[in-house]
């Protein structure tokens, strides 16, 4: 059985991009989005039944091309690229994610995954039962409200409107005013959609892609990490391969979501070598057999519910607990 650095190693053959597939997975991607996007719109679909099902297909578009986003950032694919590099930076801003805070705190996540203590930042925030049990009534309010499902549900406004360009530019101004250009320039296109076209095409064009994508994307970085089975460690006691294969979640999708969230659900995998572009995970697991072994959740209503029950690391027993087991603690 491949451990540690060996199995990094043996991961390595996969973390070579294949420039055309590159290129092909994201210009069809980034051109269906606009096709689908302005299916929208009255001028090109007049049916409103096809045009809210374009409004609902631009909203995964939006989910598998965030995706993509999310390997550049990485400098997984088309480093290097000038081309690559104003697409991926237009679409951060589209996307109310500025590139510069997106990547310093997703970083972050990445060299911190499930340590008990620094994994809050770009992540999901975690407490131990007994920090929970110690802490004050607005600590645990606010804990819980960002670990909410209506959180999540509302992802567009609390954790990217908000969390992403108001809390990073009101923490920094000089380092983040792009922040604040991303916000201006978001209200600019909505206000913009909305006068000149009306108030339905500016729901079908922008705000429920949107809405649904971002509340997509909230849920899956959550399962990703919050999920029966999950482990966290003091911060002396990670390993990144540990974490990497026992922190992070195989999200078992039918091919047609898996296609929408560009295998994002390989996410152990990714966790282990995020050099591997998105369209060789599978290929990656497929060929090591110590990667088939991995912790699983899905997009079932029964898994979905599971990965929401969970709200605290108890140590004592090593998993993550829900309110009921609290409410029997105290």
């Known amino acids: 059985m491949l451990t540690g650095k060996e199995l ?8 070579k991009e294949i420039r055309w597939k590159s290129w092909y997975f994201t210009l069809t991607t980034f051109f269906m989005l606009i096709g689908s996007l302005l299916g929208t719109t009255e001028y090109f679909v007049p049916n409103i039944f096809v045009r809210i099902l374009c409004s609902v297909f631009s909203a995964l578009l939006l989910s598998r ?7 550049y950032q990485h400098h997984t694919i088309l480093r290097g690229s000038f081309i ?6 237009i679409f951060g801003i589209y996307m109310i994610t500025p590139p510069n805070i997106w990547k310093r705190s997703h970083d972050h996540h990445h060299n911190h995954n499930a340590k008990l203590f620094s ?10 039962k007994q920090k929970f049990m110690e802490a004050s009534k607005s600590e645990r309010m606010v804990y819980l409200a960002v670990r909410h499902p209506i959180n999540m549900f509302f992802a567009y406004f609390t954790t990217f409107m908000y969390g ?8 920094s101004p000089k380092r983040h005013w792009d922040s604040l250009l991303t916000l201006i320039i ?15 095409t500016w729901f079908l064009t922008f705000f429920l892609p949107f809405f649904l994508s971002h509340m997509l994307g909230s849920y899956l970085f959550y399962a ?3 999920f029966p089975g999950v482990t966290f460690k003091k911060n002396a006691e990670w390993n990144y391969t540990n974490a990497a294969l026992e922190s992070s979640s195989f999200m078992d999708l039918n091919p047609f979501m898996q296609w929408v969230t560009a295998n994002i659900g390989f996410h152990h995998i990714h966790h282990l070598n995020s050099k591997i572009p998105f369209y060789r995970l599978p290929e990656a697991m497929a ?6 072994v991995a912790k699983v959740t899905s997009l079932t209503p029964s898994d979905i519910v599971a990965c929401l029950k969970l709200k605290v690391w108890d140590a004592d027993q090593n998993r993550m607990i829900g309110f009921e087991e609290l409410e029997m603690a105290k």
């Not at 992403?164 to 923490?171: D, I, P, R, Y």
């Not at 978001?186 to 339905?200: D, E, Q, R, T, Y």
């Open 8 to 15: 990094i190693l043996a991961t390595k053959p996969f973390a």
């Open 65 to 71: 091309f965030f995706i993509i986003f999310h390997d």
């Open 84 to 89: 690559a590099n104003i697409i991926f930076t």
């Open 119 to 128: 994994a809050s930042i770009g992540s999901f925030p975690i407490m131990t």
């Open 164 to 171: 992403m360009c108001v809390q990073s530019f009101v923490s």
């Open 186 to 200: 978001h209200f600019s296109i909505a206000a913009f959609l909305f006068v000149h076209f009306g108030p339905l």
């Open 224 to 226: 990703q990490h919050n």
């Open 287 to 292: 060929a090591i057999p110590e990667l088939q």
